[in-house]
């Protein structure tokens, strides 16, 4: 595992208590008997001698292989409820990956609370590594755990994402949508990232979310948008609305063959 620069972000704030813990007299106890069962741990005096190995492992493959058994056996050891140390271990080497998701969430869906999403990710770690998936991993075992990591956290920041969109389209009505750019959507990643996959998966063709795009983003007049179309304001209304509609749908996770027929826009 890499280095990182410290900061207080609620990922950091817990790596420190879990050190300082570590280095607790009574935590200094249930290493030393945790050492004293695995001949793949016993190379390690101290706790902070493990962490050090593991998140500074050498460049050699020999080196890297040795770091993952030894986070393999910390992760084996960790399924039994009375070595909680070994957990802490485990989340402390993982600690690297822990802080770049997180804050790569963060950024990218700013929505989302640093709260939220730490205690997602470290939720999610712990079930990974309690898992028969990985139960059964034999190698790769960091790379295996990060990457399950990394997915399950992706998928449940726009599962949150989307939540908070319908949850403005919900709240919306035509009138309001011609009223300021602003108050429906989002501008930024959050939006972009929805109507792009609303756009891939068919749900916006190229005209509907070039007009939702200077209907809200541009905040263009329904007014001169109507004009352009060659249609009445009150029809270029209506068609936003039923657009607006099957965003709603989508945002539900409603499929594309769920939609009735009769919901397409002209």
């Known amino acids: 595992m890499n280095a990182r620069p410290s900061c207080s972000c609620p990922v950091c704030e817990l790596e420190y208590a879990l050190l300082s813990e570590l280095n607790h007299g009574g935590h200094k106890a249930n290493f030393e008997l945790l050492i004293a069962e695995s ?138 949508l011609s009223t300021s750019p602003s108050t429906t959507f989002e501008p930024g990643v959050l939006l972009g990232e929805f109507l792009s996959r609303c756009l891939s998966a068919g749900l916006l063709t190229p005209s509907e979310h070039e007009l939702l795009m200077l209907f809200k983003i541009q905040g263009v007049s329904s007014e001169v948008l109507a004009a352009q179309q060659q249609i009445s304001d009150v029809a270029f209304r209506h068609r936003m609305q039923r657009v607006i509609e099957r965003l709603r749908q989508a945002a539900r996770g409603v499929r594309m063959s769920d939609r009735p027929a009769n919901t397409a826009v002209a």
């Open 39 to 176: 001949s793949t741990l016993s190379a390690f005096p101290t706790a902070n001698d493990l962490l050090t190995e593991l998140r500074h492992p050498p460049n050699a493959d020999d080196g890297a292989t040795a770091s993952d058994e030894v986070l393999g056996e910390l992760i084996r050891l960790s399924r039994n409820p009375h070595r909680e140390t070994a957990r802490q271990l485990v989340l402390l080497i993982l600690m690297p990956a822990i802080h770049r998701t997180s804050s790569q969430i963060a950024y990218g869906f700013p929505s989302l609370s640093r709260d939220d999403i730490a205690q997602h990710i470290l939720t999610s770690v712990l079930d990974i590594i309690s898992s028969q998936t990985m139960a059964a991993q034999s190698s790769h075992v960091a790379f295996a755990v990060t990457r399950a990591m990394r997915r399950t956290a992706f998928r449940w920041a726009i599962r949150e994402a989307d939540r908070a969109l319908t949850s403005n389209l919900d709240e919306t009505s035509c009138e309001e």
